[in-house]
Every structure is written in structure tokens, then in C-alpha cells.
């Protein structure tokens, strides 16, 4: 990485035109330039240190750009950018509110980011050799300091030695009672040793020698705890602590100290006693909020005297434009070019109203794939010449009707797959054979929830307080094209799918009627509690179109020949709980509404959409390489709380451990408690209370409850016999929903289907309508087929009450269904099918390998069998019929019919 001389700030006048500055002016402005900062990978490149001082660094300097002339030899990873920023400062913005205090405006040229396939092989080897060093960082404080080479020995014994000590050995002996005895032992007198240290004014060498070596041996955790034990015992024996870098008020007494201080009061000795900060040490963080809300004081209080339309700060940041660019070598053409054009981000600050705008737009944004013949094909391309993207999002806006607000829209955009662009990025992306990367660390986030118990008053105060969310998300329809072969051409069949248009609404309060306290009942406060979104998802489709078809305007119409996916419809609501605070109140709850699914399959289509996916030629397949060796971690010798897993908490509430009153008593264990969990035992007694359990058990809270329902599901498979399709067979389902809601402890799901149609057209039957195969006709009272499915969590304590000793349950319910066999029109569908749908490949069948089971595995299943209550249920079915019927029927006659009511069974397994 490299920059060239950046240029001095320069003073300008309003014109931006450097200039002298001038005292009385009330704006100062600033003109930073910012000149050829970029920075290369050379891959096998010369080596400068190998050569004298002045070469390697007049070599240095010749790889510098200046003043646009740009060195050769060099692979850049970002070429030379340019900037300038334009800063002005009013100094007088304590009163006068006309200009902001600090307006920034940054302009960047042009960005270009190149990587080609050398420059990715040598960053993975980069990474492979660190990953490498990580992994070996344990084992090198015994690495022997010989060569590989007629040293054997040495080195088998490093490893065997490096194996035994980092990973055997500490896991061995962190879990024997005489190394936990040892810990609690360097503990203590690590707290003895800190209390003497903080009730002395100067403690001795001995003491802070002391306390260093222990410090060596434990860890942070523990230092950090015993610390804090120490301080509050010195604190309740009420002796005065001494702490480093805090002045003591007595050694401010010099010898004549008495002739200012013979005066002073009885008063003003009891007032000089009280140390400075003493509240908050005694006041908790919920305390001192309480206090402050009760005074109506404000450690983030705004200043009244600024206006709330006053912009204390403004950043705008424009980009003409930016490129990323993927290729092979510099001899090979481009594999992907990504340009982003007028990208622009404006930040305003108004501190009088604590208000905050950011908004960011992209007028044009494109990507071109790898040339065929000289040509570049557009993978990615705007529909329309407005700006392409826009999000606008404020906290305390200047209407003042919405605490914050989020605006999100985007114009409508093309994509084409290319089957050669696609399958040669991922040529690129693969790393080498010999690197494995055997370590890839992700931060996980976790979120602590406090679950509190709320009256009807304080809710209804917390939906008035609470901040609103004005949510506008507008997304307009894109479409993918997939052609024939993987190229786009105009000579090309090709499937289009349609994503749709995305609209995302918050739903306003003030739509709502007005509600007081004590007016209004829970139900109806819990009905409001609630932040809700419309969703709305219109014209998705999918279309099937062939040479010489106009999809285009396919796209714009309702049904034509070439959809197989007639535009669809999706509305959906989704809300959110202010206050989780209620077992009928879900955190999340989502109702949503399909009208209508129509598909209409021909057989013409489906062939050539089969042919289609067919033809396009897939990325070569990964040659099996062998798994990376696993990384050994290592544990540290002292006992840490956070590295304690969960499994060993009931270890730790054993009587004879707790209850005991010996403390240097200690049994070894037989084995780590990190690799299994023991079976927790019945007799066992738990040092927290039994209230406490119970009331964390008993909260069965809703998390998340579910409503979804398609009205109808219709589809149509027709024969194609020039540009007309004759129906063969319709399916048509009505009234399909589920409802589903997930809580602590288990999930109950409901699923229902009101009717249900196999219908030939083709056929007619006696009354001139057309022959139905399945039906649901003649039952319009009940629901054809309701499911109800619920799963318990196994250590529910009301298991036995609540849910009758049942994991899971399984209910059916089939009303009245009537089958027609009708033999023309089956055959005739049988027959239309086989045609469509190609017949399977017959495949040799897997040879089976039976793999035997390891003692531990079969110690544990047999475990949790015994741990299990006989008169536990795993799974219980209910299934129930009302009514079938088949007919056996031809085109002239009936032959015979079979009816079956009132079939009831039932299953139950246990473990």
C-alpha cells in the first residue's frame, strides 16, 4: 500500500479559492485533497531487502504513482484513488444557528478494485500459513531448536511431549479434586493478600510480590472475583480503603496544615469525612434511574437553547463511481465487472431535537459477465433511468409524528443467468487442493431477555411512551431470465421468473380509538401492545417462453400461454409484542392470506422447461479432497466459571458437596465431567429454591403464533396441439390453512383442507358435466382433513397433568371423501402423465455397511431409556374416517361401489 504526498490543508474563501484567512469571517473553510492512494499484490515478485539500503529504497519510490503516471510490474488490488474534502466550520454556532458547526463534503473519483486468479491462490496461502501458526502456537514453547533432518528422535518427542502436555495432561488434571483444592486454596490467599493490600496505605514488597505470582497461575475471571469479594469485606469491617491513582486529602496537609484548619467547624469536619462519589458507589444502575426519573434530572438532557431545526453536524460523501473486477490473468478478458455509479450518502446531526437523518441513494448499478465473440453479456442492468436504490432512515424527525422512520425503495431490475460467467466464478473462488483452512471463528451474539410481570396500568403507559416505527419499504417487480443453454440470445428459449413487487407498511396507532386508564380491559390493551407491518408481495409468476414469443408483454398480462405460474398475491401482517410479559401474549405473531395458487402445466412446457434445465452446463464437480486435521484447543490449567458447561451444574449440587461443612475434603473423579453428563439423580436436592424453580418452569410463554391460509389452489394440466391447450386433468383445493404456535415448553399446530377436486374435463358423465375422479361435493358442512400435531419438551414438570404423560400427539380427522374410477378418464390421465414425466433411471441400490455402535453411545441411549418414565408416551396417533366411498365406473355403466364409515385407530409407542 502506497500514497503519494497527500496535499496541505489550504484556507479558501466562499468560491472554494485558496486565500488568506480572515479573522472576522464567522465560516471558516478548509480544502483537503487526498492524491493516489492504492495499494498491490505481487505474486513471486522481487524481494527489495535482499539488495543494499539506497537500491531498495529508490525502488520504493519508483513504485509510487505520480501525478498520474502509473509504474508497471505491479498487480493492484485497488488502483489509485483521488479525493477532495471541503470543510467549513462556524465558529460562531453557540448563537448563531444559520450554518451547521461542521459541513463535510468528501468527493471520490473513481474506485477500482481488481483480483485476479495468482493474487486469491496467494491470499488462501496466506491464510492457511496463519491458520497454521495459530493451531501450532501451543506446541511451540517445545519445539526442539535442531533440524528436521538425522533428528528423529528429538522430534517424535516433541510431539509425543507437545500431545501429552497442551491437550492430555490438563484435561486430566483440571477435574481431580486435588487441583480444584489447589485452586480454592490460591484463591484464598489471593483475597487475604488483596485485603491487606487495600487497608494499606504502602503495602510491603513481600505482599505485591505475592500477589504477582498468583496472578501468573490464575485467571482473569477469578482475579476479577476475588477482588470484588475482597473489597466487600473490607468495606462491611469498616476499614478505609486505599486504591492506586486516588489522592488521599490528608497528604495535602503540609506542616503548617493546623493554622487553615483550627477554625473550620464541628460541621464542616463531618462534611470533609464524606468521600467524594460515595452515592454512586452505594446507588445500583436501576437505582440511580429511579432516582434520576423521580427528580427529572437527565444525564443526556438536551440543551433547550438550540433549536430543534438546527444542524449541528453534516457529512455528505459522493462517489462517482466504483468497480470490482474479476479476472484469470491480464491476459485473459474480465470473468465479472460490478459498477456502481453515483453513489451518495448524506448524514445530518441535530442535536436541539437528539435527531439523527442518514440517507444513502445509488443512481446506477450494472454487472457484465465474461465475453462470448467480443461481447459482454449484462448479468445484472437497470429497467429505468431514475435513481436505482434509495434508503432514508431519521430518529425524531422534523414532523414530529414518528419517533423514527425508515424509507427503503428500489427500482426494478433485470437479471440474466449466464451459464459461463457463473461456472467460471466458481472455478475461480476454488482454492487450491493443498490449502485447508482448519479454523473459522465466528462472533456469536447473545441476547439476555428479563421477563417482568406488568399490570393493565403499566402497560397501557408503556404503549403511550413507547417510540413509533414508520416502516416504508417499496421494492418494485424484478425478473430472472434463465435461458436455454446458459446463453442469452434472442434465437433462445427461456424461463422467466418474476419476484414480484414489495411493499412493507407500518401500521399507524392513531387509526386506533383513543383508550384511558381504567376505561378499557386487558384484552383490549393486549390487542394494542402490539408494532404491526403490513406485507404485501403482488404479480409474483414464473413463464415458460419459446422462440419467437413476445414475454415481454407475457409478462404484463394476467394468463397467456406462457405462464405456468398465473401472477400471485400474497398479503401478510406481522407484529411484534412491546412487552413480553404474558403467556396470551406471543412475541411474535404473523396472519397471512394467499388468494389464489393457479399453475398451468402443459406437456409441451414441461418437456421443454426439463430440456432447459438440462442444457445448461453445471460447474465441474469438487474432486474428494481429505478432511482438514482438527485443530487441538487448549485448556488452561485454572478453573474458570466461563468455561464451565452446563452439564456439570447439577455436579455442583450434590448434598454431600454443598451441604457439607468440611471444605478440604475432596474425592478425584473418575472422569472429565466435559465429556458427558452423568445421569442426574432423583434424590438430588438443589440449593435454589423450590419457589424460584417453579415459577421459571410455569412461565409457558408464547413465542411465536401463526395463521396462514390459501384460499384455493388450482392446477391445470393441458395437451398442447399447435397454440391450443385442451384441459386433460385440474386439481382444484380449497380453503387450506394452517395455525401454528410455538411456546416455551412445547408446539401445537393445526392444519386443515376444506375441499378437494380431481376433475377431467375431457369426460363427460350422464348430466353433461365433466367426470370428477376425486371429490368432496356432496360434503360442504365439515373440513375434508384436519391435522393436529403437538410436541412437549421432555422435562416439563406438568407433564403428567397438562399433557397426559404424551411427547407428541398426532390427531387426523377425514370426513367424507368419494373416489370415482372412473377407467376412460384414468387411463387417459395415467397415460398423459407417463408421457410428461420422464421414468426414473433405474440405479443400482446402495450396498449397506452395518456400522457398529461404541460402548459409549449404546451406555447413553440406554441411559436416557432408564431416565425415562415408563408411563411417558413418545407418540400417540388418533386417526379417525367419517365416510369413503369408491366408485367403479366406465364411460356407459357403473359396476360397483364400496363405502367405509366410522373407521376409528389408534397407536401408542413407548421407549
Not at 446531526?349 to 457484465?368: M, N
Amino acid at each position: 500500500m502506497a500514497l503519494y504526498s497527500p496535499s496541505p490543508e489550504q484556507t479558501t474563501d466562499q468560491n472554494w479559492v485558496p486565500c488568506l484567512h480572515d479573522e472576522t469571517e464567522k465560516l471558516v473553510r478548509k480544502l483537503i485533497r487526498l492524491d493516489n492512494l492504492f495499494a498491490y499484490w505481487n505474486v513471486k515478485s522481487q524481494m527489495y531487502y535482499l539488495n543494499d539500503y539506497n537500491e531498495s529504497l529508490y525502488n520504493l519510490k519508483d513504485g509510487i504513482v505520480n501525478e498520474n503516471i502509473i509504474p508497471g510490474g505491479y498487480d493492484f488490488v485497488f488502483r489509485p484513488i483521488s479525493a477532495n474534502a471541503k470543510l467549513q466550520m462556524n465558529r460562531r454556532s453557540d448563537f448563531d444557528f444559520s450554518d451547521p458547526k461542521i459541513n463535510l463534503d468528501i468527493e471520490l473519483h473513481n474506485i477500482a478494485i481488481e483480483l485476479n486468479k495468482l493474487q486469491y491462490f496467494s491470499i488462501m496461502e496466506l491464510l492457511q500459513s496463519v491458520d497454521m501458526m495459530v493451531q501450532n502456537l501451543p506446541y511451540r514453547k517445545f519445539k526442539p531448536d535442531v533440524p528436521l533432518h538425522y533428528h528423529a528422535k528429538e522430534w517424535w518427542a516433541y510431539a509425543i511431549h507437545g500431545i501429552l502436555e497442551v491437550n492430555v495432561c490438563p484435561s486430566l488434571r483440571m477435574w481431580s479434586w486435588k487441583h480444584i483444592s489447589e485452586h480454592r486454596q490460591k484463591v484464598k490467599q489471593y483475597k487475604e493478600l488483596y485485603k491487606k493490600k487495600l487497608t494499606n496505605k504502602k503495602p510491603s514488597v513481600e505482599i505485591l510480590t505475592a500477589l504477582e505470582e498468583l496472578e501468573k497461575t490464575l485467571d482473569v475471571f477469578n482475579i476479577t472475583i476475588a477482588r470484588q469479594q475482597a473489597e466487600v469485606e473490607v468495606k462491611k469491617a469498616g476499614y478505609k480503603i486505599y486504591k492506586e491513582g486516588v489522592k488521599d486529602p490528608e497528604d495535602n496537609k503540609g506542616w503548617f496544615g493546623w493554622l487553615w484548619t483550627w477554625s473550620e467547624s464541628n460541621t464542616t469536619k463531618q462534611q470533609a469525612d464524606v468521600k467524594p462519589g460515595i452515592l454512586e458507589e452505594m446507588l445500583t444502575p436501576e437505582e440511580k434511574t429511579l432516582l434520576y426519573e423521580a427528580i427529572g434530572y437527565s444525564e443526556t438532557a438536551v440543551d433547550p437553547t438550540l433549536p430543534k431545526t438546527f444542524e449541528a453536524m453534516k457529512l455528505y460523501v459522493h462517489l462517482k463511481s466504483m468497480s470490482i473486477v474479476l479476472r484469470e490473468n491480464h491476459q485473459k478478458p474480465e470473468l465479472i465487472d460490478i459498477v456502481v455509479e453515483e453513489f451518495s450518502t448524506l448524514i445530518i446531526q441535530r442535536p436541539g431535537a437528539q435527531a439523527i437523518k442518514f440517507e444513502t441513494k445509488i443512481d446506477s448499478f450494472h454487472i457484465t459477465g465474461l465475453p462470448d465473440n467480443s461481447k459482454k453479456p449484462h448479468l445484472l442492468s437497470s429497467l429505468d433511468d431514475m435513481s436505482l436504490f434509495q434508503i432514508t432512515f431519521e430518529i425524531n424527525p422534523l414532523d414530529e409524528t414518528v419517533a423514527q422512520r425508515c424509507i427503503i425503495e428500489a427500482e426494478p431490475l433485470e437479471i440474466i443467468y449466464d451459464a459461463r460467467t457463473v461456472n467460471s466464478i466458481v472455478e475461480f473462488f476454488r482454492p487450491p487442493k493443498e490449502v485447508h483452512l482448519a479454523q473459522l471463528t465466528s462472533a456469536t451474539l447473545t441476547k439476555l431477555e428479563e421477563f417482568r410481570d406488568k399490570t393493565a396500568t403499566g402497560l397501557l403507559y408503556i404503549i403511550e411512551t413507547q417510540k413509533v416505527l414508520d416502516l416504508r419499504i417499496n421494492l418494485k417487480a424484478s425478473y430472472v431470465i434463465i435461458p436455454q443453454d446458459g446463453i442469452f440470445s434472442p434465437t433462445s428459449n427461456l424461463l422467466l421468473l418474476d419476484l414480484g413487487h414489495l411493499k412493507v407498511t407500518s401500521k399507524s396507532r392513531s387509526e386506533l380509538p383513543d383508550m384511558k386508564q381504567g376505561g378499557a380491559n386487558l384484552e383490549e390493551i393486549m390487542h394494542r401492545a402490539y408494532d404491526s407491518f403490513d406485507v404485501q408481495l403482488t404479480s409474483i409468476q414464473l413463464l415458460y417462453s419459446r422462440v419467437g414469443d413476445n414475454w415481454k408483454e407475457a409478462r404484463k398480462l394476467n394468463v397467456s400461454t406462457q405462464h405456468i405460474l398465473v401472477p400471485m398475491h400474497v398479503n401478510v401482517e406481522l407484529s411484534k409484542a412491546m412487552v413480553f410479559m404474558d403467556i396470551r401474549m406471543p412475541k411474535f405473531k404473523l396472519s397471512g392470506q394467499l388468494p389464489l395458487v393457479s399453475l398451468r402445466i402443459s406437456d409441451k412446457k414441461l418437456q421443454g422447461i426439463m430440456k432447459l434445465v438440462e442444457s445448461i452446463p453445471k460447474p465441474e464437480p469438487v474432486t474428494d479432497a481429505p478432511a482438514p486435521i482438527k485443530s487441538f484447543q487448549t485448556q488452561p490449567s485454572t478453573l474458570a466459571m466461563s468455561q464451565i458447561s452446563q452439564k456439570v451444574i447439577p455436579l455442583l449440587e450434590l448434598p454431600s458437596i454443598t451441604d457439607d461443612d468440611s471444605e478440604e475434603e475432596f474425592f478425584d473423579a473418575p472422569c472429565s465431567p466435559l465429556e458427558e453428563s452423568p445421569p442426574i439423580l432423583t434424590g438430588v436436592k438443589s440449593t435454589r429454591p423450590r419457589k424460584l424453580q417453579k415459577q421459571e418452569y410455569s412461565r409457558n410463554l408464547s413465542q411465536f403464533k401463526i395463521r396462514f391460509e390459501v384460499a384455493e389452489v388450482l392446477i391445470q394440466f393441458y395437451h398442447l396441439v399447435g397454440d391450443c391447450e385442451l384441459p386433460v386433468v385440474e386439481i382444484d383445493v380449497l380453503g387450506l390453512g394452517t395455525e401454528a404456535e410455538i411456546r416455551t415448553f412445547d408446539l401445537k399446530a393445526n392444519a386443515f383442507l376444506k375441499e378437494f377436486c380431481l376433475k377431467c374435463p375431457k369426460y363427460l358423465d350422464a348430466n353433461k358435466k365433466p367426470v370428477y375422479l376425486v371429490t368432496t361435493l356432496d360434503n360442504t358442512i365439515e373440513d375434508l382433513l384436519t391435522l393436529e400435531y403437538m410436541k412437549v419438551e421432555k422435562n416439563v414438570l406438568d407433564l403428567k397433568s397438562t399433557y397426559n404423560n404424551v411427547l407428541q400427539l398426532i390427531k387426523v380427522n377425514f370426513s367424507s371423501l368419494d373416489i370415482h374410477l372412473h377407467t376412460e378418464a384414468l387411463l387417459n390421465t395415467i397415460n398423459y402423465l407417463n408421457n410428461v414425466f420422464p421414468q426414473p433411471m433405474e440405479k443400482s441400490a446402495p450396498v449397506s455397511v452395518t456400522e457398529t455402535e461404541d460402548k459409549g453411545d449404546i451406555i447413553k441411549k440406554l441411559g436416557l431409556k432408564v431416565s425415562m418414565n415408563e408411563d411417558t408416551i413418545t407418540l400417540q396417533i388418533l386417526a379417525e374416517l367419517s365416510c369413503l366411498r369408491i366408485f367403479i365406473q366406465d364411460q356407459k355403466r357403473n359396476i360397483s361401489e364400496i363405502k367405509i364409515e366410522g373407521l376409528d385407530s389408534e397407536m401408542i409407542m413407548r421407549l
